[in-house]
Every structure is written in C-alpha cells, then in structure tokens.
C-alpha cells in the first residue's frame, strides 16, 4: 500500500496563517506550519521562494521536529529559499548559543538557504539527534554554518557552506555520523573537529578557505576522497591529541592535497602519524608524518552505501537500490546505473516483465520488427500480453524508441487495472496543459494511487519528455506498492494528491471533522449536492461498499455472483463488486446485497478486519467495553484485532462500542480512516474517541 504523507505548504509572500496550509490556501510562517504537523511524523513542509525571517514573522530558532521533512528546491541547493534569523538555545553541550534552526531526531532539512549573521550566530545546530541535512546552502553566518554535538549521527549531504566568519562546520563531542559531498569555500575554517568526534568525511571539497579542516584534542576523524585545494593558510591542521585516518598499506585514502598555502598538513601533536594512498607533495608536510606504500592505487572515490557510484546522494536512490536488489533493474557493465538516461521501450518491458506478475490480458502479439532471437523479445512479450505496453497501428514495436513520461505512466495504470479518480486532481500540475487529452484520467488515476513521483518540482510532470531510468524505477516501485508487494519509501517528491479538502457546511465543530476532511481531500469520500455532509445520518451498505473500494482499491480475493437487486447499469454496481470479491463485504442467501439496508457499526468493523486480512487475536482485549456482551461470539477476534489497530472509534463513550446501532456516516469515516493508518498509508489524527 502507498503511504500518504500530511504536507503543508508554506509561502511567506501569499500565505497566511489562517489558511489550511494547502497548496491552494498556504501557511505564511514555517513556526506555524511545525505547530501544524508536530503530532503526524512523518510529515512534509513544503517551503515557496522567498525570504523567511522576523520580518515575515518567523519565530527563532524553528525548531524542526522528529521525522518531519522542511524541503525546499533540493536541485539547486535551495537558491532563492531563505531562512534567515537568529534565537537563543540553551545547548546541554555548550550552553547559550544564538541558532536559526535546531533539528531533532529523524527529522530533514532539504533545499534551503540559510543565514545567521549575528556576530556569533550559527546556521543550524544539533545536539545528540540524527537528522539529514542536503542540498542545502549555509553562508553569511556570523559564526559557523553548522555544528554538531553532544552524540549526534547526522548524515551531511551535497550541502555548500561558503563565507561563513568563522567555519563551515563544527564537529564536537562525541559526535559522528558522515558528511559526504559537501563543498566548503570561502570560509576562515572549512571544517573543524574536536573533542572526541569521529565523523566520516568523504568525497568533500574544501576549496579557497584559510584552513581546510583543522582537528583539536582527541578528534579522530576518517578522511577519505576529499580535495583539499588551494586554501590560503593550509590544508590539514592536527593540534591537541588528535589522530586522524588517512589510510593504510592496505587502504588508500585517496584525498588530494594541491596548491594550499604554507602547508598541505602541518601536525603539531607528538603523535606519530600515517598517510597512505593520498595525492600530496612531501615538501608541504610539517610534522611527524609517515608516507606509507599501499598494496594498490586504490584512490577511487569512496561509493558510500550505494551499490553503484553514480546514485549515491541521488533522489532516487532508495528506490533504484530496492529494485536492483530485487532482481528487476541492473546497472552497466561499467558498474554505473545511469539514472538520468533516458531508457527505450525495450528496455522498459524488460523492466516490467520482472518486477509485475498480473493475470494475462491480452493474446501475444506478433510485432513485425522483433525477432525470436531479440534480446528482449520475451519480455516484451510478457509485457504486452499483461497489458503493460502496446505496439503501433503498423504492427510494429520500436524497440530502441525511448518512452516518455506519459507513456510510462499510462502503461502502468493500464497493466495494474487502476480505476476511479476526479479528473479535477490533474489541476495540482503546473504544466497540465502538456497532457495529452488521451492520457489525462491516466494521470488523474495515477495522481490519486501515489505513482508520480517529480523531481525537483513535484507540481511539474514534464509528460512528453524522455522518462529517466531514475524515473522508471520510482514508477515502478510506486506501481509494487499498490500490489502490497514493498513497503513505503517517504520522498518529498512523491506527488500527494491534494491537500485542499472541499468544504462541507456542517462539519464545524463535529468530532469527526478531522477523519472526514482527510479522506474528502484524497477523493475518498464525497458529500452531498447541497454542500453538506451529514456526519450523523446512517451509512447504507451501498455507501460503504463504494468508501471502502474507493479507500483500499482490493485486489479480487474470490468470484462471486452478480446480485440480483444490483443491476449493470447501476451506479454502485462496480464498487459492490471490488468490495465484495476483495472481501470487505458479502450478499444475502438468497443472492441480495440489500443496498438502501444501513449498515451496523459491527459490521463495519468486522468488514475491515476481513478485507485488510488483519492477523486474528484473542479476545483479551474486549474488557474495555462495557457493552461487551453484546458482541457476538463469532466476532470478538475481529472486533479484539480492531481494537489492537486502534481502528474502532466510539463516540461520544469510548467505553461504549454499540455494535448493533446503525453506523452513522462520520462513524464509518473514522474507522475506515484507522484502517488507513493502520496499514501505514495515510498519517495518524489525534482523537480522544479512538479505542487504543
């Protein structure tokens, strides 16, 4: 299942922050949009051009909670995306200190600018968390771009720190944690680590600062793949009782030292140091250093965690390397993946023959241009018969053709059967006029099932151009997500379909108006023609078997018969009939659905444990109700395994779980909404009537 994300947009020009913080209606603060999803880790803030300081009316220091994501425009390391300001922070390490943004546990900070230019200001600070701080810029800092303390294990990626008055990171403490393809310019200190901080700092340049990287008291810091160049003073200061690696007989560090002032590395400890595999001229070394032989010249930049040396940092990764893993994408014989290739139609059902395995739709085609012996013909045979790619009215398929992104996109909705969205929803693309009117209920289709994802702007589809290899793999991967195949990656760049819930008269007030509003926004659930939604009046089974196939989209677990009082050309027909074969509901004896019959508030809860599949338990758990023996024995596992989910929601008596009253319409939003959290594919709401 796809996980949808709670996003918040901010604009510091147009919002308001008495807005809903949607892509229509943006918060104007960053501090307000933090109160908004402090409570719904994992979340989003998406950030608009501009500047935001006190002026705008910025709170410092912002204060990014756990698992929360501040992004901006990551593919230009946030030009034009300013946070700037300064506030006191009482840091456990260091005491006061005067910060712009301070990052907790799990939480992001993606394209952004930012700057502190108070006298001792720093950018960014964190204390003992493990954020991930990329492509981002930190310059005009009275102070240090960033520092890092306490036992902090942050993962610094692809970030500029230039002209900042003292340095562009300090590294203290105990800290470690990586910083990897980060360039420092321009700064009096590039890098500074003490302390007892062991950070891995790898395939870094540190260019035209006064020092390079300068190591105080016991730092022991690994050095690996970095260019150390043209730094007015020097390149690598070693003072205290500091011992950094810079390789071994049996592993070369590979950095570069080239063109530094009055040193390339001037260590004044006692210590007795090592340096194996790195480019440096010994003239320029000061101080007690043994140049040792290595066993190769190995000096290849260090790969990091990726299996392949050009994905590392990229977009795409996580997505790329679980695919790869799987078997259903490879790399070149050159050991690259190329992600921003474009790939050709073959290759693409290459691709899509190994990763889906659906029922057979279509006879196999004889296209006129593929041959038995055609490297790909089998895939490209699979891929056709399963509905995944077609060829063209001359009978032939255009193998070496790239396929754009459109194509790609259409081809995954129709091989996965994907139905049922609001052609409304392709209003979110700013270029939405570039779909080709054929492939816009595609789109909308996709849109709604998670499957776009658009790097950097993911309001730009781009639909006729090449789609990348990058592309094609965060494609797919979103298409196995619909199938429960893999489990959910977060990126900011996965497309939400809207945050703008339409807006129901009646709901002010109503302890459902959180549950409703979430599943309206996603086009789960409508209201009525006179702008109401009327929380409180009873649900038909009809109305629910259209909610939960429209909220689930289940896969057909089992034949059935058509109902004789559901004819084809009803309106409901079709969802009866996903939410009946998927499991979620059943007919009659005598072969009724009973469609206008309301549903009960058991029966609502026995249907989503049935159709989720959800594991069985005991009825241990059923103490907590008061009506308790009201519930039948038949369904007190589902009803115990409902309760485990946090799914039953009772109102206004939590206590009370009335499994024979008929379920009201703001009831069964609620708890088809906990389904959805609980198997991870929308975030929780706070609710003191859900059963936990």
């Known amino acids: 299942m796809n996980t949808l994300v709670a996003t918040i947009y901010v604009n510091p020009v147009t919002g308001n922050d008495a807005n809903a913080g949607s892509r229509l209606a943006p918060l104007k603060t960053i501090a307000r949009a933090v109160q908004a999803v402090k409570s719904k880790s994992p979340a989003m803030i998406r950030l608009a051009s501009g500047?935001?300081?006190?002026?705008?009316?910025?709170?410092?220091?912002?204060?990014?909670?756990?698992?929360?994501?501040?992004?901006?425009?990551?593919?230009?390391?946030?030009?034009?995306?300013?946070?700037?300001?300064?506030?006191?922070?009482?840091?456990?390490?260091?005491?006061?200190?005067?910060?712009?943004?301070?990052?907790?546990?799990?939480?992001?900070?993606?394209?952004?600018?930012?700057?502190?230019?108070?006298?001792?200001?720093?950018?960014?600070?964190?204390?003992?968390?493990?954020?991930?701080?990329?492509?981002?810029?930190?310059?005009?800092?009275?102070?240090?771009?960033?520092?890092?303390?306490?036992?902090?294990?942050?993962?610094?990626?692809?970030?500029?720190?230039?002209?900042?008055?003292?340095?562009?990171?300090?590294?203290?403490?105990?800290?470690?944690?990586?910083?990897?393809?980060?360039?420092?310019?321009?700064?009096?200190?590039?890098?500074?680590?003490?302390?007892?901080?062991?950070?891995?700092?790898?395939?870094n340049q540190l260019i035209d600062n006064q020092i390079a990287i300068a190591l105080s008291r016991d730092a022991r810091p690994v050095l690996r793949s970095n260019a150390i160049e043209k730094n007015s003073q020097g390149g690598l200061f070693i003072n205290g009782n500091s011992i950094p690696d810079l390789g071994n007989s049996q592993n070369a560090a590979g950095n570069v030292f080239r063109d530094n002032g009055e040193f390339d590395i001037h260590n004044v400890t006692a210590n007795k140091l090592s340096s194996a595999g790195n480019f440096l001229n010994p003239s320029r070394i000061k101080g007690l250093i043994e140049l040792l032989a290595t066993v190769d010249d190995n000096?290849?930049?260090?790969?990091?965690?990726?299996?392949?040396?050009?994905?590392?940092?990229?977009?795409?990764?996580?997505?790329?390397?679980?695919?790869?893993?799987?078997?259903?994408?490879?790399?070149?014989?050159?050991?690259?993946?190329?992600?921003?290739?474009?790939?050709n139609r073959a290759q693409y059902a290459a691709v899509v023959a190994k990763a889906f395995q659906v029922q057979t739709k279509n006879q196999i085609p004889n296209f006129s241009d593929i041959k038995r012996d055609f490297w790909a013909a089998p895939a490209i045979a699979a891929a056709a018969s399963m509905g995944f790619i077609n060829g063209f009215p001359d009978g032939?398929?255009?193998?070496?053709?790239?396929?754009?992104?459109?194509?790609?996109?259409?081809?995954?909705?129709?091989?996965?059967?994907?139905?049922?969205?609001?052609?409304?929803?392709i209003s979110i693309y700013r270029d939405r006029v570039s779909i080709p009117s054929y492939a816009t209920n595609a789109v909308a289709v996709a849109t709604q099932n998670l499957l776009i994802v658009n790097y950097p702007q993911p309001e730009q589809l781009e639909p006729l151009r090449d789609i990348?290899?990058?592309?094609?793999?965060?494609?797919?991967?979103?298409?196995?997500?619909?199938?429960?195949?893999?489990k959910p990656i977060i990126s900011p760049y996965i497309v939400i379909p809207t945050a703008d819930a339409p807006s129901f008269t009646d709901l002010g007030g109503h302890w459902a108006e959180d549950f409703i509003r979430a599943l309206a926004s996603m086009n789960l659930s409508n209201g009525f023609a006179d702008g109401t939604y009327q929380p409180n009046k009873p649900m038909t089974r009809a109305?629910?078997?259209?909610?939960?196939?429209?909220?689930?989209?289940?896969?057909?677990?089992?034949?059935?018969?058509?109902?004789?009082?559901?004819?084809?050309?009803?309106?409901?027909?079709?969802?009866?009939?996903?939410?009946?074969?998927?499991?979620?509901?059943?007919?009659?004896?005598?072969?009724?659905?009973?469609?206008?019959?309301?549903?009960?508030?058991?029966?609502?809860?026995?249907?989503?444990?049935?159709?989720?599949?959800?594991k069985a338990a005991k009825d241990g758990n059923l103490q907590k109700y008061r009506d308790r023996n009201l519930i039948p024995q038949s369904a007190r596992a589902a009803v115990t395994s409902a309760t485990i989910q946090n799914i039953v929601v009772n109102y206004p008596d939590i206590q009370q779980i009335q499994p024979n009253q008929d379920a009201t319409r703001g009831e069964v939003a609620a708890m088809v909404y906990q389904a959805l959290v609980a198997i991870g594919r929308v975030p929780k709401i706070n609710s003191p009537y859900i059963v936990s």
């Open 51 to 203: 500047s935001y300081s006190a002026a705008s009316g910025e709170n410092f220091p912002l204060i990014i909670p756990q698992g929360i994501i501040l992004v901006g425009n990551e593919s230009n390391q946030g030009q034009g995306i300013v946070i700037s300001g300064s506030g006191d922070y009482n840091s456990p390490s260091f005491g006061l200190q005067n910060i712009t943004l301070l990052l907790l546990n799990d939480a992001s900070l993606l394209g952004v600018t930012v700057i502190n230019s108070t006298p001792k200001g720093t950018g960014v600070w964190i204390e003992s968390t493990n954020p991930t701080l990329a492509n981002n810029t930190f310059t005009s800092c009275g102070r240090e771009g960033l520092f890092i303390s306490g036992n902090a294990k942050p993962a610094i990626t692809d970030n500029i720190f230039i002209q900042n008055n003292a340095g562009g990171v300090v590294i203290a403490r105990n800290s470690k944690g990586e910083l990897l393809r980060n360039t420092f310019q321009k700064n009096s200190l590039g890098l500074a680590i003490s302390d007892a901080a062991a950070p891995l700092i790898a395939n």
């Open 396 to 425: 032939t398929f255009r193998p070496n053709l790239n396929i754009t992104k459109i194509q790609a996109i259409s081809a995954i909705v129709t091989g996965l059967k994907l139905n049922g969205s609001n052609p409304n929803i």
């Open 543 to 614: 109305e629910y078997a259209e909610l939960v196939a429209a909220a689930f989209n289940p896969p057909a677990k089992r034949e059935i018969p058509d109902f004789v009082d559901i004819g084809k050309e009803s309106a409901t027909y079709q969802a009866v009939r996903i939410a009946a074969s998927g499991g979620f509901v059943g007919g009659f004896s005598d072969r009724t659905f009973r469609p206008k019959q309301n549903v009960q508030r058991l029966q609502v809860i026995v249907s989503l444990v049935s159709g989720l599949a959800l």
């Open 468 to 486: 990348t290899r990058a592309e094609v793999a965060a494609l797919i991967y979103q298409g196995l997500l619909t199938q429960g195949i893999l």
């Open 299 to 343: 000096t290849n930049k260090v790969q990091e965690s990726s299996i392949f040396p050009d994905i590392g940092g990229h977009w795409a990764a996580e997505f790329i390397e679980t695919l790869v893993k799987k078997g259903w994408m490879s790399g070149f014989p050159d050991g690259t993946f190329a992600p921003n290739s474009p790939i």
